[in-house]
């Protein structure tokens, strides 16, 4: 009878298992957030869901949200969740859960939360649940924009970090964020949140490292820490550079023409009576000085500009002139006279005559009655 000879094969290499690097993980995170009898708010939720999505994954999520409908006796939920395929279970609702099922306390808003992301789960599997009518939408408490910048965070470094569970360390931040959209403020707090890793990671290659540190991670090989290192250096360097890249453009100041700006500006073209014309009300945008004359009040104004950008306008209002060198002048029963020497006048002379004048009122408005003499 003849016997079959079985082939020998070569020893293979062992590598590190699932085991050996949860062990590794559990050395760096700690053991699950102790939330017995707590209140978990804000500013530790974050932490805690910080553990969960390095530490836990979609199939973990499904259990957690199945325990909390179990220990609520929602027996139907519990058939529906069934249904719901893995890409779906929401992180958030696992976490959530989780916490209270381990005894947490969660207050109103993440209550809601917790069972608007159970309702989202269910609807993609296109079933009802026994707590919410389809028609009507659950009244969820306003949420602030910190606690969606974090809840946004939160779902994208657990999404990364499954995606490091199946890829190992070859992913590329840098096309996360852009295939995302992740904004230029989230990317800085993703890198933060991988920062420690990477420290980490970085110190066990060194000659620094401490025997307890390097006894954690005595399963990976030499060129494993290294290649580790480098993956986790590369995160921060892509948070950086997408922030870099995203930051806002500055925006160009709208320039507005001097027809729009003028457009509501009224002044009197012409006066027959004192034998004067305005000029083009286009020489007042950014002129240092500016005299007018009102017709009627038989005033004259002197506007001196403050700055280097001149005098401007609003409506019919003059703007950007000094409160304390600007004046309007009567000029009375020798009007022609003074007119006569705004105009043609030097600047001496007319410094002397309207340091013989009285002041009045400013007439920092133009109208129909207002004669723009010189700038």
Not at 18 to 32: N, P
Not at 78 to 93: D, F, G, M
Not at 228 to 235: D, G, P, V
Not at 249 to 267: E, M
Request: aromatic share 8%; hydrophobic share 35%; net charge positive.
């Amino acid at each position: 009878m003849a016997v079959a000879k079985l082939k020998s094969s070569k020893p293979k290499k062992v590598r590190a298992g699932k085991t050996v690097q949860r062990i590794a993980d559990l050395k760096y995170m700690g053991d699950e957030p102790d939330v017995k009898g707590k209140i978990v708010n804000d500013i530790n939720l974050t932490r805690v869901f910080n553990w969960y999505n390095y530490m836990c994954s979609r199939v973990d999520a499904r259990e957690y949200v199945e325990a909390y409908l179990k220990a609520n006796k929602r027996n139907d939920d519990i058939k529906t969740l069934k249904r719901v395929p893995e890409t779906w279970v929401n992180l958030q609702a696992g976490w959530l859960a989780r916490i209270l099922t381990r005894g947490g306390i969660l207050n109103d808003i993440y209550m809601a939360k917790l069972e608007l992301r159970i309702k989202e789960m269910f609807t993609k599997a296109g079933a009802k649940t026994e707590t919410t009518d389809e028609d009507k939408k659950p009244e969820l408490p306003k949420v602030n924009i910190q606690d969606r910048i974090k809840d946004k965070v939160s779902e994208f470094i657990g999404e990364f970090d499954e995606a490091i569970d199946k890829n190992g360390w070859t992913l590329s931040m840098y096309d996360w964020l852009q295939q995302k959209q992740i904004p230029a403020n989230q990317a800085k707090i993703v890198a933060e949140f991988f920062r420690p890793i990477a420290e980490e990671a970085a110190l066990l290659i060194s000659r620094n490292a401490d025997s307890g540190l390097k006894e954690g991670y005595s399963s990976f090989t030499s060129a494993q820490l290294k290649q580790r290192a480098a993956f986790y250096a590369s995160i921060l360097a892509d948070c950086d550079r997408h922030s870099s890249n995203k930051k806002p453009a500055i925006r160009k100041k709208k320039v507005i023409t001097p027809d729009k700006k003028l457009q509501s500006f009224k002044f009197q073209q012409e006066s027959k009576d004192f034998k004067v014309v305005s000029i083009n009300p286009e020489k007042v945008l950014g002129a240092e000085e500016l005299v007018t004359f009102n017709t009627r009040y038989k005033t004259l104004t002197h506007f001196v500009a403050v700055g280097k950008s001149g005098l401007d306008v609003k409506g019919a209002t003059i703007l950007n002139y000094d409160e304390e060198k600007s004046k309007t002048y009567r000029i009375g029963r020798k009007t022609e006279e003074h007119i006569e020497i705004a105009l043609r006048g030097g600047k001496r002379a007319f410094g002397k005559m309207i340091a013989s004048l009285k002041t009045c009122v400013l007439q920092h408005r133009v109208n129909e009655n207002t004669i723009l003499l010189k700038v």
